[in-house]
């Protein structure tokens, strides 16, 4: 019998999923109906899917203590850039994994682990926008998060450049009265981030 379930398991199907919040879980269900193994990879917070997924990992930042003693110290520090490579530890090891960063996702998780009560997100657009690119744009100077994931579910933004800006958002303030999200562009001229700009997130 262990022979046949260790058999079963090499010819399982696999399927990584990234996220474990609500949006992912329907997904998570799904892809084990279908008959994948899931291998699931997250924020331990928030992770409503960890319970459904057949293997959880949780996801961290490596440096955070690093991080937390240079902002208390008052430095400007660089971190969690998009496009770099996570690692995943092995037998006490940090081991490159073939993946690339999503440097909004990670961007929300380092603000809520450094307590801070708003983020700001730049982009190459001064609003978040509903029915981009059309005759019937309409930018948004606020939001809040009931509206954020209606919108989200509607499809209103695009999976590879505004929705992980809102998902982050979303993440970030969770049931937080208190914290917010601004999304917009800094333009050339070098002018500040001010009161009115781009789209602000609350909850």
């Not at 919040?21 to 331990?44: C, S």
């Not at 992770?47 to 057949?54: P, R």
């Not at 978040?128 to 606020?142: A, F, I, K, Q």
Request: aromatic share 6%.
């Amino acid at each position: 019998m262990r022979h046949f379930l260790t058999l079963e398991r090499i010819i399982m199907k696999k399927i990584v999923i990234i996220g474990a919040n609500d949006f992912q879980k329907p997904l998570i269900q799904k892809a084990k109906e279908m008959g994948y193994e899931t291998h699931v990879f997250a924020w331990r917070e928030g992770a409503t899917g960890a319970e459904d997924a057949d293997f959880f990992y949780e996801i961290s930042i490596v440096e955070m203590d690093a991080i937390r003693a240079l902002t208390d110290a008052d430095q400007i520090v660089v971190a969690c850039g998009g496009g770099g490579i996570p690692v995943l530890s092995q037998d006490n090891h940090l081991k490159g994994a073939s993946a690339v960063i999503e440097k909004d996702l990670a961007a929300g998780k380092l603000a809520e682990l450094l307590e801070a009560d708003m983020l700001v997100i730049l982009t190459s657009v001064d609003n978040v926008c509903l029915d981009y690119g059309t005759e019937n744009e309409r930018p948004l100077s606020s939001m809040t998060v009931a509206e954020a994931k209606k919108y989200m579910e509607q499809g209103q933004f695009g999976e590879g450049d505004m929705q992980p800006k809102i998902q982050a958002a979303i993440d970030f303030i969770g049931d937080s009265a208190i914290r917010s999200v601004l999304i917009t562009k800094l333009h050339v001229d070098g002018s500040q981030v001010t009161p009115g700009m781009g789209t602000m997130i609350t909850k």
